[in-house]
C-alpha cells in the first residue's frame, strides 16, 4: 500500500488527536498513570490545532502519513522549548496508530522530519525520549540521532515523574 507523506491540514486534527491518544494509551502504560491515560481526550485543543495547522512554518511543522488514504500517523516540528544550540529544531512529537506499528513508518516520519530541518535551514534537531521508550529510542538512534547527555526528570504533564533523555543530530548540508 502507497505511502504519502505531506504537511498537514485543518482538516487532519481530528485524526491528529485521535492518533496521539491510542498511540499514547499504547506506547506509554508502563511510563504514565493508567488514570491519566485513561482519560485522554482526542477532542481536546483540536480548535486550537486547526489554527496553527493554517499557517505552518518552521517554527511550528506538523506533517502526517496516510496509508490507503487514512492518516496513520504524524510528527511534530518546530521552535525548541528548552534550551540547546541556536539553530535547532525540537522534534517535539513522533505519534504513530498502533495498528500501524512495525511498518517503517516511524522511521519514513524520522527522516522526513530532518529532511523538512535542512530545508528550514536549521542546523540540529533535538527531542526528549522517555527513558525506557527502548523502541522510540532504537529508531531514534537508527535515524542517526545520539544522546546529547541532557536528562529531566519532569511530573507536571502527568502528576507522576516522567524521566526523559535528549537525543540530538547535527544536520549536514
Known amino acids: 500500500m502507497p505511502q504519502v507523506i505531506r504537511p498537514a491540514l485543518p482538516a487532519d486534527a481530528a485524526a491528529i488527536g485521535q492518533i496521539r491518544v491510542a498511540a499514547w494509551q499504547a506506547a506509554y502504560t508502563p511510563f504514565m498513570p493508567a ?3 485513561a482519560v485522554l481526550n482526542p477532542a ?3 480548535e486550537s490545532l486547526r489554527l496553527k495547522l493554517e499557517n505552518l512554518s518552521p517554527h511550528f511543522y506538523l506533517a502526517l502519513i496516510e496509508e ?9 516540528l518546530g521552535t525548541p522549548r528548552f534550551e540547546c544550540p541556536s539553530h535547532s529544531a525540537e522534534l517535539w ?3 504513530i496508530a498502533p495498528h500501524a506499528w512495525r511498518k517503517g513508518i516511524g522511521k519514513r516520519l524520522v527522516m522526513d522530519a530532518i529532511a523538512s530541518a535542512r530545508r528550514f535551514s536549521y542546523q540540529n534537531i533535538v527531542l526528549w525520549c522517555i527513558a525506557g521508550n527502548l523502541g522510540a529510542r532504537q529508531l531514534y538512534e537508527q535515524c542517526g540521532f545520539r544522546v546529547n547527555g541532557q536528562q529531566k526528570t519532569d511530573s507536571q504533564l502527568t502528576g507522576h515523574p516522567l524521566h526523559e533523555v535528549c537525543y540530538a543530530l547535527t544536520l549536514h548540508f
Open 68 to 76: 490507503a488514504q487514512e492518516v496513520a500517523g504524524f510528527y511534530l
Open 44 to 46: 481536546a485543543n483540536i
Open 93 to 95: 512529537a513522533l505519534n
Open 35 to 37: 488514570d491519566y491515560l
